[in-house]
């Protein structure tokens, strides 16, 4: 199994709290299925099996995590959770990603 199935294994695996929330489905963004809220995605796993999120700039630093680089630039808003953190901490940090968007997603 590659790294992005086994990041995805472990997306399917936290998903259906997600989806149980209003508004959320699964959608597609840099070629990976994620988890979106009124079509805008918050997380989705990248090819290195890591889970992507998107939230504030500020929080990201308070949690340590990197930012997503795309191109040789930093993502301001998305942040990598390596998949060596955890189910538990994908599962937290996805759960605030869903907030952080659903709070700015029209």
């Not at 959608?27 to 290195?48: E, Q, T």
């Not at 990201?60 to 301001?76: A, S």
């Amino acid at each position: 199994m590659s790294e992005r199935e086994t990041g995805r294994a472990r997306l399917d695996e936290i998903a259906p709290a997600l989806l149980a929330r209003p508004d959320v489905a699964i959608g597609r963004m840099f070629g990976s299925d994620g988890v979106s809220v009124r079509g805008k995605l918050f997380a989705f796993v990248a090819n290195s099996g890591s889970l992507v999120v998107k939230l504030p700039e500020a929080r990201i630093d308070e949690l340590e995590l990197d930012n997503m680089v795309m191109r040789g630039r930093p993502m301001r808003e998305w942040a990598v959770v390596p998949f060596d953190d955890g189910v538990d901490r994908w599962r937290e940090v996805a759960g605030e990603a869903h907030d952080f968007v659903d709070s700015i997603t029209p």
